[in-house]
């Protein structure tokens, strides 16, 4: 756990004294001040978390974490666990939805075993597989303590490497059959609600009828009865967000926590994709209140929880366009306008050296 207690520490506010000098250097460009809306707040944001008037974001990466999910057991998805490790293979073929927007967007795609079931021999996969598939949290802990702990290790480390690698904007996606529940329970306890009004949390995830809806509700609800007492006696901070891991995460929920963790350490921004990867930094949020000035959140997601949990963030999404896939897709669609938002910075002319009359 000291790796993480000092990763967290080492996670300050970004320096808002910076923010004069970006803004002053916006408001002289070629254009109206404020005039570009949103990527002059972009622009802001990755300028203060960089702590430079010259933002960057030139070396994408997209790293898709998988895991399994014993919560299956329970009927909670549309899909059987299968498909996680046939979607891991998709990914490395490059046929998903990820790959294609990664293209477009100019980034790398990154696929990590956290914790499929199964063996997986697709190659250009990162193995660091925990263990194999979290537990059924309904009947027990989802994982260990010590199991939590190692694979917000590997989140931890990854970003580590990808930073010496020159990564400089990191956006996260996730594969795994029953996460939506996972993440519906994760948000249940980083909001401290009640058990009987969880189900505004919990949507279709895959696609179940209202039948199974139903049921994913019940299941949700068991799961945050049966756990929210041991996590919330937890002290606050890492050993409550461990704790929440412990209870009801996954293996690859677990991964992208330590990966948003070790980006702001970095001072790497990290682009939110759907509902999963926000829970993840739910619990990253718990461990390091800071992370949320390091976040910019891709989308909001058709799944009804998503939007509370942004809001616990404070977070405002770019787009709202229903997306409900994962993968990572809403975070890599969002990238080329990230890039965007710095370039304004860098290659924009001002008033005066373009020769251009200012405003009267």
């Known amino acids: 756990m000291k790796q993480i207690v000092n990763t967290c520490a080492a996670i300050q506010p970004v320096n808002a004294e910076l923010l004069p000098a970006i803004q002053r250097r916006l408001d002289v460009l070629t254009k109206p001040p404020g005039s570009l809306g949103r990527l002059e707040e972009i622009a802001i944001r990755l300028g203060l978390i960089q702590n430079t008037t010259a933002p960057h974001a030139v070396r994408k990466q997209v790293v898709i ?49 956290m914790g499929v079931a199964v063996p997986i021999t697709s190659p250009g996969v990162l193995m660091r597989k925990v263990a194999p598939g979290a537990r059924n949290f309904c009947r027990g802990e989802a994982m260990s303590a010590e199991q939590a702990e190692q694979a917000v290790q590997h989140g931890l480390q990854l970003a580590h490497e990808l930073a010496a690698n020159g990564v400089d904007l990191l956006a996260g996606g996730e594969m795994g059959i029953g996460n939506t529940t996972s993440a519906a329970a ?53 050993a409550r967000g461990l704790a929440w891991l412990r209870a009801v995460g996954g293996f690859e929920i677990a991964g992208l926590t330590g990966l948003i963790l070790g980006a702001a350490e970095k001072r790497i921004p990290f682009v939110l994709d759907g509902y999963i990867v926000t829970a993840a930094a739910l619990v990253a949020a718990e461990m390091a209140p800071s992370i949320r000035e390091y976040l910019l959140a891709a989308h909001c997601s058709a799944e009804p929880g998503h939007k ?49 009359s200012g405003k009267i």
């Open 65 to 113: 974490m998988a895991g399994d999910h014993g919560v299956t057991e329970e009927g909670v998805s549309a899909y059987p666990a299968a498909v996680t490790p046939q979607m891991v293979a998709n990914f490395c073929a490059g046929g998903a939805a990820i790959n294609v927007l990664a293209r477009h967007a100019g980034a790398e795609v990154l696929v990590v075993d």
């Open 186 to 238: 994760l948000t249940a306890l980083a909001l401290n609600m009640d058990a009987d009004k969880l189900d505004i949390l919990v949507g279709r995830g895959t696609g179940v009828d209202d039948a199974a809806l139903r049921n994913k509700c019940r299941v949700v609800r068991t799961a945050v009865q049966r756990h929210s007492g041991a996590s919330s006696a937890e002290p606050r901070g890492v």
């Open 308 to 356: 509370l949990a942004l809001r616990q963030l404070e977070l405002k999404p770019l787009l709202d366009w229903d997306l409900r896939l994962g993968e990572g897709s809403g975070a890599a669609l969002v990238l080329p306008l990230v890039e965007a938002a710095t370039r304004i910075l860098a290659e924009m002319a001002t008033f005066e050296s373009a020769g251009v």
